[in-house]
């Protein structure tokens, strides 16, 4: 079984631009997988791309066939959704499902994303609470900061 961290892609040139998305995901896939002892095999990929700009990768088609090539099945988790909608109910549970039955990987899993979940929540709160304190000035909630090639980074604002 393959973990595969399925989050929203960006068009490549937004990145080399210095946005922190891709770093941001990553780094937050990779503090989840830490967590997972049990599912050491995990991967981050990228969906819902459009138009015809390079998009970052790999994209989460590529990484289930990948999966499928490799005689795995995949749990689908929506590492950078916080609640339901069209990517993760139409994309994940009837698209990139299809793909999977298709193409035999087998199980095709996808986890739920946190939604209403008591600790999303109170970590969101607190988030906004801190925000308020600081007024105006955009900044990450939590210890981590991007590195300074992410020159986008809100991080930048509160001196990291």
Same mark, same amino acid.
């Given at each position: 079984? +393959?973990?595969?961290? @399925? ?20 780094? %937050?896939?990779?503090? /989840? ?10 991967q981050v990929c990228?969906? @819902? +791309? ?9 994209? %989460? ?21 916080? @609640? ?5 109910? /139409? ?19 996808? @986890?739920?994303?946190? !939604? ?6 109170? %970590?969101?709160?607190?988030? !906004?609470?801190?925000?308020?304190? +600081? ?9 981590? !900061? ?11 604002? +509160?001196?990291?």
């Open positions: 079984m +393959r973990l595969l961290f @399925s989050a929203h892609g960006l068009p490549e040139k937004v990145i080399a631009a210095g946005d922190p998305y891709q770093a941001q995901v990553e780094a %937050t896939a990779a503090a /989840v997988a830490a967590l997972l002892p049990e599912l050491p095999d995990w990228y969906q @819902s +791309r459009v138009g015809r700009l390079k998009w970052i990768g790999p994209s %989460t088609d590529d990484a289930i066939r990948m999966a499928a090539a490799d005689g795995k099945g995949v749990l689908v988790s929506p590492i950078a959704f916080v @609640s339901e909608h069209v990517e993760t109910l /139409v994309e994940l549970d009837h698209e990139y499902a299809a793909l999977a039955r298709q193409i035999g990987c087998a199980p095709y899993l996808r @986890s739920p994303t946190p !939604t209403i979940d008591p600790a999303l929540i109170e %970590t969101l709160s607190q988030a !906004t609470l801190a925000a308020l304190d +600081r007024g105006a000035a955009p900044a990450p909630f939590g210890p981590w !900061t991007c590195s300074s090639e992410h020159g986008k980074c809100a991080c930048k604002a +509160r001196g990291a």
